[in-house]
C-alpha cells in the first residue's frame, strides 16, 4: 500500500480554483449569466454529495469517514443539508501502524458514525441557489468506538479495554458552491464555532470494573488553540438533479 493520498486532494484543489476562473471570466466579458451556464434558468434543487478528502482523514485524529450528503433548495436563497458517516481507522494511520509493527498482526479497531447538518444561504445577487458563495449555519455530532478484537491476545492485558470518543461542534459557516452544467457540484467551505468534546474508557478485568470519562485537551494536539475553539474545512463533490 503506497501513500499517494495527496494527489487526489491536490487535484479537486485546482479543479475548484479553475472554476472560480471560468465563472468570472465570462462575467468579464459580458455575457449574461443565463447565457454564460444557465445558472439562473432552472437550477438544479437536489444535490448528493461526498468528500473524498474525509476518506483518508477526519475531525478525528486517526479515523477517516465515507460520507453520503444531500442537500435541498427550499428558495432562490437558501438550502439545507444533512449528511451521515461512517467512519473508521484512516488508512493513513493503518499505513503507519502497520510499517511500525513490521509484519506483525494489526490490533486496532474503530467504529462510529457522524451526523451533520447545515442551513445555507446564497449572498450574490446574479446567482440563485445553490451556486455561489454562501454563509450558514452548521452543527455535527460525531461518535466512535476504538477496541482490541477479542480474538487478540492484548485485549485481557489491557482489562478489556475500549474508548468511546465524542465529538460535538456548531459552527458559523461561509463557502463557495459550483455546479458545472448543472450536474457536477463541488463545494467549498470552512468554518469557526464551539465544540465540547471528550472519552470515555471502559474497563473489565479480573480485579477492576470501571468508566472514566474526561474531555479532550485539544491545545495539546493544536497548541495556540482554545480548547473550545472550533476550526473547519470540507471539500465536497458530487450531482446534482
Given at each position: 500500500m503506497q501513500p499517494v493520498f495527496k494527489v487526489g486532494s491536490i487535484r479537486y484543489g485546482i479543479l475548484l480554483i479553475m472554476g472560480f476562473f471560468t465563472l468570472q471570466s465570462a462575467r468579464a466579458q459580458g455575457f449574461s449569466m443565463d447565457t454564460a451556464d444557465l445558472l439562473v434558468k432552472d437550477p438544479p434543487l437536489q444535490i448528493f454529495k461526498t468528500s473524498p478528502m474525509a476518506m483518508l482523514f477526519s475531525q478525528?485524529?486517526?479515523?477517516?469517514?465515507?460520507?453520503?450528503?444531500?442537500?435541498?433548495?427550499?428558495?432562490?436563497?437558501?438550502?439545507?443539508v444533512?449528511?451521515?458517516?461512517?467512519?473508521?481507522?484512516?488508512?493513513?494511520?493503518e499505513e503507519f501502524i502497520a510499517q511500525q509493527l513490521n509484519g506483525l498482526p494489526f490490533e486496532l479497531k474503530i467504529n462510529g458514525f457522524r451526523i451533520q447538518g447545515a442551513t445555507k444561504h446564497y449572498i450574490?445577487?446574479?446567482f440563485l441557489a445553490?451556486?455561489?458563495?454562501?454563509?450558514?449555519?452548521?452543527?455535527?455530532?460525531?461518535?466512535?468506538?476504538?477496541?482490541?478484537?477479542?480474538?487478540?491476545p492484548y485485549r485481557r492485558t489491557l482489562n478489556n479495554a475500549f474508548e468511546k470518543t465524542i465529538f460535538l461542534n456548531t459552527n458559523v459557516i461561509g463557502g463557495l458552491q459550483i455546479v458545472f452544467f448543472k450536474k457536477f457540484a463541488i463545494d467549498?467551505?470552512?468554518?469557526?464555532?464551539?465544540?465540547?468534546?471528550?472519552?470515555?474508557?471502559h474497563e473489565q478485568g479480573i480485579s477492576y470494573t470501571g468508566v472514566r470519562k474526561y474531555q479532550i485537551d485539544m491545545q495539546e494536539v493544536f497548541p495556540g488553540i482554545g480548547n473550545n475553539l472550533k476550526l473547519s474545512f470540507s471539500i465536497n463533490m458530487g450531482l446534482a438533479f
Open positions: 478525528i485524529p486517526g479515523t477517516a469517514e465515507t460520507r453520503m450528503m444531500y442537500e435541498q433548495v427550499h428558495s432562490p436563497k437558501r438550502s439545507s444533512i449528511a451521515l458517516s461512517y467512519v473508521y481507522i484512516s488508512p493513513l494511520l450574490i445577487n446574479e445553490p451556486y455561489g458563495i454562501y454563509i450558514g449555519l452548521h452543527a455535527s455530532y460525531n461518535s466512535l468506538k476504538a477496541y482490541i478484537p477479542k480474538s487478540s467549498a467551505y470552512a468554518g469557526l464555532g464551539y465544540r465540547n468534546n471528550f472519552i470515555t474508557i
